[in-house]
């Protein structure tokens, strides 16, 4: 069942020329890991934020768990739904202690007590900051920061999770380990993510990777068929990832080497069957 | 080579006496010489944002001394304003710093405080503009009406401005799109050749400090782990990859392919040298 629907979205800024989206018409199924791909301008961010109604299309229409996100008086209803994480955790943090800022959105839905403080605990766990519930927010590095802010958001339990470039300030461990906390996520308690994202090894991990570009979506597909068209990558302005870069100079026919290698392995079983070839 | 910036056995405890105390930057010596690019590397903690925040004294050290062209920033209140404007820091997404009405008083502003003439000022803000690829109509906009990206330009913009002999940045390209890092990437590189500043960029990612640097610093619970040249660097791979930095993947494709008995070096991290590297293999036999 589709969680997210879009039909025919259009969207254009105040006083801009052109239309940021331009009817892009998309299905995101529940319990799926989405990725979405292009660069600066290519309309992610702004899709993204129609998703829990910050943004609402100019024309055609964004349901979110079968509520159209046009209808006011269902606005709590699209935004429990639908969790977002921006880019920049300093926005986003409020409280002056980690897990009170951890706790704010539960706090705000009125949920008893006992029940705040398991999910603040779960929360913190699951993006491994239990260590710091009792530190000052200010005092984390930029990558512990964001993972406190996507605990926040964890802790409201919506059925689906939307991040802005959430790993876009962490470090590669930072990065890592908030993108397996999202996995985990995902696998585990079956939530729909949608991750937005410059990191080509972020997107191989989703099941399904968008690809947008001018406000259109312009490839869809599984990783693997979406990060082995090189060229048409290459054409999108986007790096297909360096193990597929590598197969792919090597053979650009791709007549011996499969240029599905995603991961460091896939490419050194392709690079063994390149020497011995 | 000419020594610019020096420290000597710098510490840098935050909170001390308290429950959390930490000493971020542990007993680190360090020289940087006129005219180097150096890439300062290290995972979130490592101690390369503190350390840095040194090198123009926004911080104090709890040991140790900070010296520029061999005098020390905290001898006396002059000094310490004096390293302001010789060490140049730019801070992670400099473009929320912008404040004033427009783009040319913004890049004007640290100029203007360092007491230049007004003609002085003008040429150095026009020259900078264009350097970060800012049209000259942009000037007199507002900064908050330009891009994320223009905003960013702005900001580099304003510190090219001010010319410092040493200048910091804290992962510039860091939340741009791959266009938009190729760009500043470029503009770091002209303003380097042009000036001839001494450059230290601070990065996460490994590829960008081999492209741009002849020199690393690897950062390690506030030590400094490892410093050479990218070669050197890349040939301690699996060391980097245990200290939790993003090495390139096709470093640790060569890595593997290594374990598994093939004759390859680790200190590759472009696709052009890897696939260069193994169809020589593959004609040749030889080691690369």
New interface residues.
């Given amino acids: 069942m589709a969680i997210i629907e879009t039909k025919d979205l259009t969207f254009r800024y105040e006083d801009a020329d052109s239309d940021a989206l331009c009817g892009v018409t998309l299905s995101i199924e529940e319990g799926s890991f989405t990725a979405i791909l292009g660069h600066n301008g290519s309309g992610k961010s702004t899709f993204a934020k129609h998703l829990n109604a910050i943004l609402l299309p100019s024309g055609g229409k964004v349901y979110v768990g079968g509520v159209d996100t046009a209808d006011e008086s269902r606005l709590f209803d699209v935004r429990k739904t639908a969790g977002m994480v921006f880019q920049n955790p300093d926005n986003q943090i409020v409280a002056t202690v980690v897990e009170e800022d951890v706790a704010f959105a539960c706090e705000n839905m009125g949920l008893p007590q006992e029940e705040i403080r398991k999910r603040v605990d779960e929360c913190l766990a699951a993006v491994g900051m239990s260590e710091y519930a009792r530190h000052a927010p200010h005092l984390l590095s930029g990558g512990q920061k964001q993972r406190v802010a996507i605990a926040g958001v964890l802790a409201m339990r919506p059925r689906c999770i939307v991040m802005d470039e959430p790993t876009a300030m962490l470090d590669p461990s930072g990065r890592a380990e908030v993108i397996r906390a999202v996995q985990q996520l995902n696998r585990e308690t079956g939530m729909t993510v949608i991750l937005i994202t410059h990191h080509m090894e972020e997107a191989a991990l989703a099941d399904r990777v968008i690809v947008m570009k001018q406000g259109k979506v312009a490839l869809d597909g599984t990783p693997k068929q979406v990060f082995s068209q090189v060229d048409r990558l290459r054409e999108l302005s986007l790096a297909a990832p360096q193990t597929v870069q590598l197969v792919h100079a090597l053979d650009p026919a791709g007549t011996v080497l499969s240029p599905e290698a995603l991961s460091v392995e896939e490419c050194v079983g392709q690079l063994m069957k390149y020497l011995e070839a | 080579m000419n020594e610019v910036l020096r420290v000597e056995n710098l510490t840098h405890t935050?909170?001390p006496g308290t429950p959390?105390e930490k000493t971020a930057v542990d007993h680190v010596d360090f020289t940087a010489h006129r005219g180097e690019f150096i890439g300062l590397i290290g995972?979130?903690?490592s101690g390369k944002?503190t350390l840095i925040q040194h090198f123009n004294g926004l911080l104090t050290p709890t040991q140790g001394r900070v010296l520029i062209n061999g005098e020390d920033i905290h001898q006396n209140k002059d000094m310490t304003r004096a390293a302001r404007f010789a060490v140049g820091l730019v801070f992670?997404?400099p473009e929320y710093q912008l404040f004033e009405e427009t783009v040319f008083k913004d890049v004007a502003f640290g100029p203007k405080n360092m007491g230049l003439e007004k003609a002085e000022i003008d040429r150095r803000v026009r020259e900078n503009c264009r350097i970060v690829g800012l049209p000259d109509d942009v000037l007199e906009k507002s900064p908050f009406e330009l891009?994320?990206?223009q905003k960013r330009r702005v900001a580099l913009a304003g510190i090219f401005a001010m010319e410092p002999e040493v200048m910091v940045l804290d992962?510039p390209m860091?939340?741009?799109?791959?266009?938009?890092c190729a760009d500043v990437f470029r503009f770091i590189s002209e303003y380097h050749q042009k000036h001839g500043t001494t450059i230290i960029f601070v990065t996460?990612s490994m590829e960008y400090a081999a492209q741009m640097s002849q020199r690393i610093v690897v950062m390690d619970h506030g030590k400094i782990l490892m410093d050479g040249t990218p070669a050197q660097i890349f040939a301690r791979a699996d060391e980097l990859l245990a200290a939790?930095?993003?090495v390139?993947?096709?470093t640790?494709?060569f890595l593997?392919?290594g374990r598994?008995g093939?004759p390859v070096d680790p200190a590759v991290y472009t696709?052009?040298q890897?696939?260069a590297c193994?169809?020589a293999?593959?004609e040749g036999g030889a080691a690369c």
């Fill in positions: 935050y909170s959390f995972h979130t903690g944002s992670q997404y891009s994320g990206g992962e860091a939340g741009l799109d791959p266009a938009g996460h939790g930095l993003d390139p993947q096709v640790q494709v593997e392919l598994r093939i696709v052009e890897a696939a193994l169809r293999l593959k």
